[in-house]
């Protein structure tokens, strides 16, 4: 199936006239688990692949390592399945500290995120899975006739958990995507951590778990801050999708950007899990290298970077992405009823 839409730029002080563009869809559906940390961009990616009519979402599994604490997290993605349309997607949510060490994302952004950055949704009556997000995991893909996907979009504690528990499970995984890292450029957590200039969030809150993940032997899709720098929030976006927001989910995706136009006004947002979650849909988006990575997991100035090891894992990376098709992409399926 293939559904025509517009191709449009995005500049700060004007919405530019569409020009077309064709947007295919997988004529199969690919069955899928979102692990998050339910972080701003993530709340956009999972909306995404709700939206797609290509991707069935199997479960949503929170990695209460990341920007969101467990609670707060499975009620706020419980609220977007039910935004979404959706019911009966279980949500489960791991452990809160990382498997080594003492790291943690910012206080203040997990405080906005557990609030939802004061946004409301609609309420779920659903209730969190009684199983944990590892055990969960585990159950989904060992139990499942076809290999699944795996989409990751904050640190990887749950998914390091569930490989190391459960020998031959990598096995079971069609394919990883990552959000995470930086290879060939500087990380983000600099302002925080001065003397890391090389480490990605997602990695350097557990960089054990990243390393675990690498060495488990499960194909794994990269998409670092290399190609997420190709994609970032800009007030042009914002302003069109101010202008074209058609259903309820277009509505909270705008009402999102609005409580961080600041941030995203001086150029401090990426569409970084968003543009993963639409790479795992179509991988068109981006360019491809195959490379041997792997991650500093010890304490250290370099802890949780992302290094070129002629010993490391083969992972499939993410160079660059189609910013103009990624927000085509993005645009339509915010508004797709």
């Avoid at 517009?6 to 020009?19: D, G, H, I, L, S």
């Avoid at 076809?146 to 390091?160: E, I, Q, S, W, Y």
């Avoid at 990552?178 to 990605?200: C, D, L």
């Amino acid at each position: 199936m293939a559904l025509t839409f517009f191709a449009q730029a995005c500049a700060p002080a004007r919405v530019v006239a569409p020009t077309p563009i064709t947007i295919p869809f997988s004529p199969t559906t690919r069955e899928v688990i979102i692990d998050t940390d339910m972080a701003f961009d993530d709340w956009l990616g999972i909306l995404y692949l709700l939206q797609r009519p290509d991707i069935k979402v199997l479960a949503i599994t929170v990695v209460g390592t990341g920007e969101a604490h467990c609670a707060p997290g499975m009620r706020n993605a419980l609220e977007l399945i039910q935004l979404a349309g959706e019911s009966g997607i279980p949500v489960a949510c791991g452990r809160e500290t990382p498997l080594e060490g003492g790291h943690e994302f910012p206080i203040e952004w997990r405080e906005r995120v557990d609030d939802l950055a004061g946004l409301d949704l609609p309420n779920n009556p659903e209730l969190p899975h009684p199983l944990d997000a590892v055990e969960l995991l585990t159950e989904l893909i060992s139990s499942s006739a076809d290999k699944l996907t795996v989409l990751a979009l904050g640190p990887l504690t749950n998914v390091a958990e569930a490989l190391n528990d459960t020998p031959g499970l990598a096995e079971r995984i069609e394919m990883l995507y990552i959000m995470g890292g930086a290879v060939r450029v500087p990380g983000n957590v600099s302002f925080a951590v001065p003397e890391n200039e090389g480490a990605e969030w997602n990695f350097y809150a557990d960089p054990l778990a990243a390393q675990m993940v690498f060495e488990s032997g499960t194909p794994i899709t990269l998409i670092p801050l290399d190609a997420t720098n190709d994609v970032p929030m800009t007030a042009g976006f914002y302003a069109l999708l101010g202008s074209q927001r058609l259903t309820p989910v277009a509505e909270f995706a705008y009402a999102a950007m609005e409580q961080h136009y600041a941030a995203i006004e001086s150029g401090q947002y990426s569409f970084w899990d968003t543009l993963a979650a639409a790479i795992l849909a179509d991988e068109s988006l981006a360019d491809f290298e195959e490379m041997r990575l792997s991650v500093v997991a010890a304490e250290g100035p370099t802890s949780g970077q992302t290094v070129i090891d002629p010993d490391g894992a083969v992972i499939n990376v993410a160079t660059y992405a189609n910013r103009a098709y990624f927000e085509n992409f993005f645009l339509q399926m915010l508004n797709t009823p």
